[in-house]
């Protein structure tokens, strides 16, 4: 069994919808929780950064942890075009030597429709 | 964040040979790292390039597959050594974020390798 767990898609969806992106993982040792958006032939771009359980919002995007359940989640609104991209999850833990090392989910393809 | 550059931005190459990845960043970091993105995979951890010491790195990685060099706080190269159509890949650097935010990183655009 994977650490992270992300359906790969690609999901589909027209403009205005709102995208729900979900991930799952097994280790409770992760604490810290990262959305990153990678475009077609560019390195993944930092998006959201969350610690706690609960939301976080930046614009259209919130992020959403529930550690009791080992689910994060990230939301679009009004979604456009430009949101069309690969979205990765990503997290790691508070250990000792282990703080900067990320475990990645395997990314959703999304691509929003006019 | 910091800016960062990668050369080659791609390149194909014959198995057997070796290619340097050259990673700059337009200010020092400490912590600079190494991933590895393969069709359908997750992005993977090869190993952390440290300043002034040998590079550490991930289970399954090792120094004489992917000789790191870390000469100062701005610049990193990777090397894929004897490769192999398996190696064929994304190869992309990264650097924590200086926000003090633990796991904070920021990637540069990659290397795309096909090795035929």
């Known amino acids: 069994q994977k650490e992270v767990e992300q359906d790969p898609g690609p999901l589909s969806v027209p403009e205005g919808a709102i995208v729900s992106l979900n991930c799952t993982y097994s280790n409770s040792a992760f604490q810290y929780f990262m959305w990153y958006r990678q475009y077609s032939r560019k390195g993944p771009e930092l998006l959201m950064y969350t610690y706690s359980s609960g939301n976080k919002e930046d614009g259209r995007f919130t992020a959403q942890v529930d550690k009791s359940s080992k689910y994060i989640s990230l939301f679009i609104r009004d979604s456009q075009p430009s949101d069309s991209a690969t979205y990765l999850c990503?997290?790691?833990?508070?250990?000792?030597?282990?703080?900067?090392?990320?475990?990645f989910g395997t990314g959703t393809r999304l691509q929003v429709t006019l | 964040s910091a800016v960062i550059s990668q050369k080659p931005s791609r390149d194909i190459c014959q198995r057997g040979t070796s290619l340097t990845i050259q990673c700059q960043v337009d200010s020092q970091v400490t912590m600079m790292f190494w991933y590895r993105q393969q069709p359908g995979q997750s992005l993977t951890l090869i190993a952390t390039?440290?300043?002034?010491?040998?590079?550490?790195?991930e289970s399954g990685f090792v120094i004489d597959k992917f000789p790191i060099s870390r000469p100062n706080l701005t610049f990193s190269t990777l090397t894929v050594s004897n490769m192999s159509p398996e190696d064929s890949s994304i190869y992309l650097c990264?650097?924590?974020?200086?926000?003090?935010?633990?796991?904070?990183?920021?990637f540069g655009p990659g290397t795309r390798l096909t090795v035929t």
């Open positions: 990264s650097v924590a974020g200086t926000s003090g935010k633990e796991g904070e990183q920021y």
């Open positions: 990503a997290m790691n833990t508070r250990l000792a030597g282990t703080a900067s090392k990320l475990t």
């Open positions: 390039a440290n300043q002034g010491s040998e590079a550490t790195y």
